[in-house]
Structure formats: structure tokens, C-alpha cells
């Protein structure tokens, strides 16, 4: 059975506005039921362990999938996210890969959380997939690999676009935009037509640009460990 550990973010504030932020949840619920049905068995860990900040937003009527009510009608799943396990307990030795949902969390905390950084960097040079989705990809702000590059440096990643972000008038309230990002660390940034599914695998390094593009990027990690 292949393990996948989740790392979600622990940071529910948007910026300086007053208003909540978290994980987005069909980035979340999409990827985790499609590998749970495939018999893969998952972790979840959040910087500071126990109950991540849901997105307020991604639970609005407008926003929800068959995935997503998926989650709501599944009390056993909602008790485990619950309970979620502080990151620094953990090692990447005990999985197969590491997944990242986005939201606009991980732009505050994970993008510069040395444990995430140390656990990434660690399941890149034990030839493990690092996966992640949307605002995910800020995780690769300060990861390197072996060699002290940029660990996206030359690879072809995808992730919310900044038209994406501009369409949500949200380019200044974030404190980077995750395009650029990737462009600066050398990354090789595509996307696909704005809120469609789109998601790249290069090497290790599996990337998707927004919600729609969730269950995408989990098809792709579970293609790239054979499972």
C-alpha cells in the first residue's frame, strides 16, 4: 500500500483584511477521496497539528463539487483532518510522496515554514514525488535541491496564474504572486485557459494551476509511484 502524507496550512489569516483564509477545500477533498478510493493510505499534518483553517470561501454553495460534499457528509474524515499531526514530528522516510493542497494559507506559512522546507527538500533527494495544487506551489519559494538550486530551477511547473488572481482581485492583497515566484527560481511556467484543469509533472516535481486542476494532480502522483 502506498502512503502519501498532506500537508495543509495552519494560517487562517488573509493578509491585513480582516477576513479568514485557510486551505481551499475541494483542493483538499478532490485529490484525497480520489487516492483514498485508489487504497492509498494518507496522512494528514499541518504546521501546528491539529484542526487546519478550512477557507470560508471554498465552503460557499457556489464553490462546491461532488468531492467537497463528499467531505461534508463524511463525519469520519472531518475527525481525522481534526486531528491533524504537527509537521516537525514528522520524516519523509515513512511515505511515498508529500502533497500540498493551496488556499491562500501556505502563501503565509508554508511557503517559508523550515520544517515544510526540510520535508520537501528531503522527499526530493530520496526520489520521492513532491505534488501540490493552486497557491500550493508557494512551498517551492525557498526549497533546493542537492546541489543549493532552486528546487524547480529548469522544470516545467504550472500553478494559479496571476490572471487568475487579478480575475479575483486578490493581486494585492497576497504577499507574492506564485507565477512569479517560479519564474524567478528558474522554473519553466505554462498554464492552461483560466479555472480549467491543468497540471504538469516534471521529474519529482508534479504542479496544478487551480481548484479544477486538484484530482488532476492526484492522478499524476498516483501514475508517477506506479500505484
Excluded at 474524515?77 to 509537521?87: D, E, G, H, N, R
Aim: hydrophobic share 35%.
Amino acid at each position: 500500500m502506498k502512503k502519501i502524507l498532506f500537508v495543509l496550512t495552519s494560517h487562517d489569516q488573509l493578509g491585513d483584511t480582516g477576513n479568514k483564509t485557510g486551505f481551499w477545500l475541494e483542493e483538499f477533498a478532490a485529490p484525497y477521496y480520489f487516492l483514498k478510493d485508489k487504497g492509498v493510505a494518507i496522512t494528514l499534518a499541518s504546521p501546528k497539528g491539529g484542526q487546519p483553517p478550512i477557507d470560508p470561501k471554498s465552503e460557499l454553495p457556489d464553490f462546491q463539487t461532488p468531492t467537497t460534499q463528499r467531505f461534508q457528509d463524511d463525519p469520519e474524515t472531518q475527525a481525522i483532518l481534526a486531528k491533524t499531526i504537527p509537521l516537525a514530528s514528522l520524516s519523509h522516510q515513512e511515505y511515498d510522496a508529500v502533497f500540498y493542497p493551496g488556499g491562500y494559507g501556505p502563501l503565509w506559512d508554508l511557503a517559508n515554514n523550515e520544517d515544510s522546507i526540510t520535508l520537501i527538500e528531503s522527499f526530493y533527494n530520496s526520489d520521492k514525488p513532491v505534488a501540490s495544487v493552486c497557491h500550493g506551489p508557494a512551498i517551492f519559494q525557498q526549497t533546493k535541491d542537492a546541489d543549493g538550486k532552486p528546487l524547480v530551477e529548469g522544470k516545467k511547473v504550472t500553478a494559479y496564474s496571476n490572471s487568475e488572481e487579478e480575475a479575483v482581485d486578490f493581486t494585492e492583497i497576497v504577499p507574492f504572486s506564485v507565477e512569479d515566484m517560479l519564474k524567478e527560481n528558474g522554473g519553466i511556467y505554462s498554464k492552461g485557459p483560466d479555472w480549467n484543469p491543468y497540471a504538469l509533472e516534471d521529474g519529482l516535481v508534479i504542479t496544478g494551476q487551480n481548484p479544477a486542476s486538484s484530482e488532476l494532480v492526484a492522478e499524476l502522483l498516483l501514475k508517477k509511484l506506479g500505484a
